[in-house]
């Protein structure tokens, strides 16, 4: 019987299987594979823990912050038309 031509022989198939196997199993790519594992976990509590903070750093922003802007803005108007009333009745602006 004459050998199968351009096709792999059953013992390959074998040898590829112990290769891979062995390749999977080694020491360097188990520290890879924790390495990999590690950086996912801490980098999930780091955006879990970043979402938290911008959350709080959000919402004292909106309460603290904005009440403040818009008072700030009405003052601001408010001068502005005491200039312009000022000016129109003759007066001198303050």
Request: proline share 5%.
């Amino acid at each position: 019987m004459a050998p199968k031509k351009g096709g792999a022989s059953p013992s390959d198939g074998g040898i590829l299987a112990r290769v891979s196997s062995s390749v999977s199993q080694s020491p360097v790519v188990y520290r890879g594979k924790k390495a990999a594992s590690d950086t996912a976990f801490v980098a999930k509590k780091l955006l879990k823990s970043t979402g938290k903070a911008a959350w709080i750093v959000g919402t004292t922003f909106l309460v603290l912050i904005v009440p403040l802007i818009i008072e700030m803005d009405r003052e601001q108007q408010f001068n502005d038309l005491e200039l312009q009333q000022a000016s129109l009745l003759g007066g001198s602006p303050k």
